[in-house]
Nanobody, 115 residues
């Protein structure tokens, strides 16, 4: 059993910043990819950013230049630094981690950006 707990969400004004954290705990043999997805009301869940154990990174076009994903392998934690936030970034952000061959998901953290 692996559990993911997100933190760092909240309410910010447009142009502000937030840093999301996600810590994995439980029976973990090896975490491969870790990443962030988000889902806004009425929209499908979309990939925001992914980082592999080796440090390879992928960003969605909407995140490039504004968001930075990083990880602390020793603590099984992934971060998402979000700068220059826009109202369209408002969504529930979900952490995901691939442990061996299975994807685990967090419960999500709300990010609200006011105009």
């Amino acid at each position: 059993q692996v559990q993911l707990v997100e933190s760092g969400g909240g309410l910010v004004q447009a142009g502000g910043s937030l840093r999301l954290s996600c810590a994995a705990s439980g029976t973990i043999f090896s975490i491969n990819n870790m990443g962030w997805h988000r889902q806004a009301p009425g929209n499908a869940r979309e990939l925001v950013a992914v980082i592999t154990t080796g440090g390879n990174i992928f960003y969605a076009d909407s995140a490039k230049g504004r968001f930075t994903i990083s990880r602390d392998n020793a603590k099984n934690t992934v971060f998402l630094q979000m700068n220059s936030l826009k109202p369209e970034d408002t969504a529930v952000y979900y952490c995901v981690a691939r442990v061996r061959t299975y994807d685990y998901w967090g419960q999500g953290t709300q990010v609200t950006v006011s105009s």
